[in-house]
């Protein structure tokens, strides 16, 4: 997992900028996130099934060849590409690997495990975005190198990692997450906050490499303290759903002010600050609650990756919609925020109202 999300870190979190330069427009990096999460869902009720080491194999062919694709970019259609196999890459680890992560962690420490897996890419995010970002503008070609390189470390990892079966077919897997498919769609169509909208606006203030990674850095700190010690809270109590409503509503509130962050940096980067240091709290929190809903896991995570990648396409066409309609838009901030003050109200409604569901 280090390997692979340092690769991450390191090889694609400043790339907007390089994107920018080489000619690919706000408008075009939009349907390239499109097609990313297209590309997660159309892979994941495809391939139903398979061995946990094939796609990671697979994971690593197509992150390679998505990077290769956009060091020299000659046309958007190469970028597209590019994005569509970023998609097929992220579902293909990130299935296998939550299935075997959660299975082997003791169901009274999911919230610690949660917490230490949204933890460990924010943490890595501290350093490498940084010096991805000084190794581009000093070399860009031993930038490339080393992000290649750092890639080739995860093919040989992956000869090193305990083989297992995913099976699964989509009745079985909607049937499994019935309880939260609601709440996964929710939380995938406000994600474009996080996917779309704050790597795209931060370009309006920040247009080099260095800075990007820099501001990527800034983002990765404000979020890992209290998601740890969350983590642990979290477990004690054994009551996650109560810190759903505060954090949820929370949020939502942040979202709907992100318009006034939009007309200086130092505003951009409060705002964005304040929202990704509770998002990997919430990413936490429901994910452990997810796994305690759901221990079924061969069936829930895949199930659970098509609804999120779902809600996700939704939430960046509604982006994409604002973009085509507003110079600068803003009415998409009160959609998204409204989106996620939905999270808490079906949730009270499912489960306190109803009480259709218990939820942990």
Same mark, same amino acid.
């Given at each position: 997992?280090?390997v692979v999300?340092?690769?991450?870190?390191f090889?694609?979190t400043?790339?907007?900028?390089h994107?920018?330069?080489?000619?690919?427009t706000?408008?075009?990096?939009i349907?390239?996130?499109?097609?990313v999460?297209?590309?997660q869902?159309l892979?994941?009720i495809s391939?139903r099934?398979?061995?946990?080491?094939?796609l990671?194999t697979?994971?690593?062919?197509?992150s390679?060849?998505?990077?290769?694709?956009?060091?020299?970019?000659?046309t958007?259609?190469?970028f597209?590409?590019?994005?569509?196999?970023?998609g097929i890459s992220?579902c293909?680890y990130?299935?296998?690997?939550n299935t075997?992560?959660?299975?082997?962690t003791?169901?009274?420490?999911?919230g610690?495990g949660?917490?230490?897996?949204?933890?460990?890419f924010p943490?890595?995010?501290?350093i490498?975005p940084?010096?991805?970002g000084?190794?581009?503008?000093?070399?860009?070609l031993?930038f490339?190198v080393?992000?290649l390189?750092?890639?080739?470390?995860?093919y040989l990892?992956?000869?090193?990692?305990?083989? #297992?079966?995913i099976?699964y077919? %989509?009745r @079985?897997v909607?049937?499994?997450?019935?309880? /939260?498919r609601? +709440?996964? &769609?929710?939380?995938?169509i406000?994600e474009?906050m996080?996917?779309?909208?704050?790597p795209?606006?931060?370009?309006?203030?920040?247009t080099?490499p260095?800075a990007y990674g820099?501001?990527?850095?800034?983002?990765a700190?404000?979020?890992?303290?209290?998601?740890?010690?969350?983590?642990?809270?979290?477990?004690?109590l054994?009551k996650?759903?109560?810190?759903l409503y505060p954090l949820t509503i929370?949020?939502?509130?942040?979202? #709907?002010?992100f318009p006034?962050? %939009?007309? @200086?940096?130092?505003?951009w980067l409060?705002? /964005?600050?304040i +929202?990704? &240091?509770f998002?990997p709290?919430?990413?936490?929190?429901?994910?452990?609650?997810f796994?305690?809903t759901?221990?079924?896991l061969?069936k829930?995570?895949?199930g659970?990756?098509?609804i999120?990648a779902l809600?996700r396409i939704v939430?960046?066409s509604?982006v994409?919609f604002f973009f085509?309609?507003e110079?600068?838009p803003?009415?998409?901030f009160?959609?998204?925020?409204?989106i996620m003050?939905?999270y808490?109200?079906?949730? #009270?409604w499912v489960?306190?109202?109803?009480?259709?569901?218990?939820?942990?």
């Amino acid at each position: 997992m280090l390997v692979v999300l340092w690769s991450g870190a390191f090889a694609k979190t400043i790339l907007p900028p390089h994107y920018l330069d080489q000619g690919i427009t706000y408008m075009a990096m939009i349907i390239g996130t499109l097609i990313v999460f297209g590309a997660q869902f159309l892979f994941l009720i495809s391939i139903r099934k398979g061995k946990a080491k094939i796609l990671w194999t697979i994971s690593f062919f197509s992150s390679l060849l998505s990077l290769v694709l956009v060091i020299n970019i000659h046309t958007v259609w190469q970028f597209y590409l590019s994005s569509f196999m970023s998609g097929i890459s992220l579902c293909s680890y990130w299935v296998a690997y939550n299935t075997a992560y959660f299975t082997h962690t003791p169901k009274e420490k999911t919230g610690l495990g949660s917490a230490i897996m949204f933890s460990v890419f924010p943490l890595l995010s501290i350093i490498a975005p940084p010096v991805a970002g000084y190794m581009f503008e000093a070399n860009p070609l031993t930038f490339w190198v080393s992000s290649l390189f750092f890639y080739l470390l995860f093919y040989l990892f992956i000869s090193r990692q305990q083989d #297992f079966s995913i099976h699964y077919s %989509l009745r @079985t897997v909607f049937d499994e997450i019935k309880a /939260t498919r609601v +709440l996964l &769609f929710l939380e995938g169509i406000w994600e474009a906050m996080i996917f779309v909208i704050i790597p795209i606006y931060s370009l309006f203030f920040i247009t080099t490499p260095l800075a990007y990674g820099a501001f990527s850095a800034y983002l990765a700190f404000v979020g890992i303290l209290a998601n740890l010690s969350l983590g642990k809270l979290t477990d004690k109590l054994q009551k996650r759903v109560l810190f759903l409503y505060p954090l949820t509503i929370i949020m939502a509130v942040v979202t #709907f002010l992100f318009p006034m962050g %939009l007309s @200086t940096l130092m505003l951009w980067l409060v705002v /964005t600050g304040i +929202l990704n &240091f509770f998002t990997p709290l919430y990413w936490n929190i429901t994910t452990a609650m997810f796994i305690d809903t759901h221990p079924n896991l061969q069936k829930s995570i895949p199930g659970r990756e098509i609804i999120l990648a779902l809600g996700r396409i939704v939430g960046v066409s509604l982006v994409l919609f604002f973009f085509i309609i507003e110079s600068q838009p803003r009415i998409i901030f009160y959609i998204l925020g409204g989106i996620m003050l939905g999270y808490p109200l079906h949730l #009270f409604w499912v489960s306190r109202y109803k009480k259709w569901y218990v939820f942990r």
